[in-house]
């Protein structure tokens, strides 16, 4: 999802409660404001000015896909024919309202797209690639990677300490 907004000037306190945040997206203010030692008012302001210039698009609590019946993780990767017609852009709009898709991104290499996608069994992941995939107009090919383990999966952002500095490895 592309913004044209200009980046927003952050400063330490602010980067602070982006971390927070992403650490406990269900902190009150509160008790936010008690962590930045801040009082409650400033510290509701900075969150509001943080969530309405795009920094913080959102609060969700992260699930555990496995408890949930979701054994397998896929990466697909998918080719088109052709570039010329729409079939990537209707693909894009079909693949966006698809629960079971949990990312996808137009990438570079030899395929058009990555997905990242979740299934309860293989049998059902088989369906989904039968049924819902190689349905869509325009797919040339679809390869998939199957995870055998999750090392690493997160959603959360590297804040650093100062915005001019990469984030350095430790």
Request: with cysteine.
């Amino acid at each position: 999802m592309r913004t044209n907004r200009p980046k927003p000037e952050l400063d330490a306190t602010d980067r602070a409660m982006l971390r927070l945040l992403q650490e406990d997206g269900g902190l009150s203010n509160a008790a936010l404001s008690e962590r930045l030692a801040l009082s409650v008012t400033p510290c509701w302001r900075r969150r509001k000015r943080l969530e309405d210039e795009g920094v913080i698009r959102d609060y969700q609590a992260n699930l555990d896909r496995r408890q949930l019946g979701f054994d397998v993780l896929a990466f697909v990767f998918v080719r088109f024919l052709s570039h010329g017609d729409n079939a990537p852009d209707r693909f894009e709009k079909a693949v966006a309202k698809l629960p079971e898709v949990l990312s996808c991104h137009k990438v570079t290499g030899d395929a058009d797209y990555l997905l990242q996608v979740l299934a309860s069994d293989l049998d059902s992941y088989g369906d989904f690639i039968e049924r819902v995939l190689r349905k869509q107009p325009g797919v040339a090919s679809i390869q998939s990677s199957l995870a055998l383990r999750e090392v690493k999966s997160t959603s959360h952002i590297p804040v650093p300490e100062d915005l001019e500095q990469p984030v350095k490895r430790r």
